[in-house]
C-alpha cells in the first residue's frame, strides 16, 4: 500500500512522541512491504509563530488531501494570554469541524502489570476492555447560546443540547458496527429520564438495534454510567453517547489506567479518504506536557498506540495494527517503563529508549 500521512507535531512534548509513531509506521511498512509518505504540517501554537495561524491554509489543505492524519498536541504556557485572538486549540477544533470528524474512539484497556497505578482496586480492573464512542460536531457544545443581562442588571446565560436523528443514526451506527468487531455489546448513555433530545437519542438507538440483531444493547442514564464505570467497569463493552456525556465518560474511564500517557485516541468522520477507509485523526489523549516537553522524555506509548489505529480505521490495515499493539503490550510486560510509569526502583527509559523496545518487539 501507497498512502500519505499528514503529520501535525504541534507543541511541547508532541513533536517527540510523533518522531517515536513514526519510527513505528516506517518499522511497520518495511516489514510488511508498504509505503508510507509523511508529509509534516503546522499546527497550534507552533502555527501561531511561524505562519501566524493555529491552522494554516496549507495545513488544512494538506489534511484534506491525506489518507490520515497524526497528530502530537497542542498548546503551552506562551500562548496562554487570555485576550490572545488565536489560541493553540482554537487549530485542533477548526481541523476537527472542517474534517467533520464526528466521532471520537479512544479504546481503554489496562495492562495487569499496570494495574497498581490505577486508582481502583486492582480486582475491580481484571477484564477492562472497553471503547467510548463521544459525538463529536453536535450537541450541547454546538447549539444556539446566549447570554444577557436583564432590565434589573441580572445577568443570564443559555445553551442548547440539539441533535437531528441523522446526526445520531450515524454514531450509533458507527458504534454498532464496532460493538460488532468486539465482544458484541453497546451501552447507550442518555439521559432519556429528563431530557427530550436524549429521547430522541434512544428512540434513534432502539431503531438502529433492528439492524443489529446480534449486538445485545443496554441503556444507561449518563449519572448511573459514571458510577458503573468505577464498580463494575469490565461490564463495558463499547459505550456510545452525546458530545458533552461522552466528554465527561471518555476523561473517567481513561483515569481507569492510572496513567494517560499510554491512551490512544481516533477521530473519524464520513469523508472516505482514496483508499475507501475513513479520513481520520489520531492522537494520544494527553496535552503537550510543557513540564517535560524538550527533555526527551516523554511516554511515547500513546502515540504509537494512536498510530495503531490509523492503520486500522483508515487503512484498513488489521494485521499492521494488531502487530504495533502486541509489540507495546510485550514492551509492557517485559518491564520497560517511562518516567511516567516507573515506580520504585523501576528504571525510567526515554522517549527513544522505550521506543526502540518496541520496535524490538516488532
Ligand atoms: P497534559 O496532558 O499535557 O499533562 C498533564 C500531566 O501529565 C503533566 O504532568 C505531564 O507531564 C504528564 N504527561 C502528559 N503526557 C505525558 C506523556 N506522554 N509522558 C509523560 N508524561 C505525560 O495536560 P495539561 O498539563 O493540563 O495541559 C498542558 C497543555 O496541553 C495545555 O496547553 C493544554 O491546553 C494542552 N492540551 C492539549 C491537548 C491536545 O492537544 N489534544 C489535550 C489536553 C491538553
Known sequence: MNAKIVVLPGDGIGPEVTAAAIQVLEAIAEKFGHSFEFDEQLIGGIGIDEAGSSLPD???????????????AVGGYKWDDPD????????LLKIRKE????????????????????????EKLEGVDLLVIRELTGGLYFGESKR??????????????????????RIVDLAFKAAQGRRGKLSSIDKANV????????????????????????????DAATM??????????????????GDIITDEASMLP????NLPSASLGSDNNRLGHPRGLYEPIHGSAPDIAGQGIANPLGTIMSAAMLLRHSFGLEAEAAAIE???????????????????????????QMTEKVLSFL
Open 58 to 72: 496549507a495545513t488544512l489543505a494538506a489534511a484534506k488531501s491525506a489518507d490520515a492524519i497524526l497528530l502530537g
Open 228 to 245: 458503573h464505570l468505577l464498580n463494575r467497569p469490565a461490564s463495558f463493552d463499547v459505550m456510545v453517547a452525546g458530545n458533552m456525556f
Open 148 to 169: 444577557w443581562t436583564d432590565a434589573d442588571g441580572e445577568e443570564h446565560a443559555y445553551n442548547t443540547m440539539v441533535y437531528s436523528a441523522s446526526e445520531i443514526r
Open 326 to 352: 502486541a509489540a507495546v503490550d510485550a514492551t509492557l510486560s517485559a518491564g520497560h517503563r517511562t518516567g511516567d510509569l516507573a515506580h520504585g526502583d523501576e528504571t525510567a527509559l526515554n522517549t527513544q
Open 84 to 91: 490572545a485572538t488565536d489560541r493553540p486549540e482554537k487549530g
Open 195 to 222: 431530557l427530550d433530545v436524549m429521547r430522541l437519542w434512544r428512540k434513534v438507538v432502539m431503531e438502529s438495534a433492528e439492524d443489529y440483531p446480534d449486538v445485545e444493547v443496554e441503556h444507561v442514564l449518563v
Open 99 to 122: 474534517l467533520g470528524l464526528f466521532a471520537n474512539l479512544r479504546p481503554v484497556k489496562i495492562h495487569p502489570d499496570l494495574a497498581s497505578a490505577s486508582p481502583l482496586k486492582a
Open 258 to 261: 492510572g496513567s494517560m500517557g
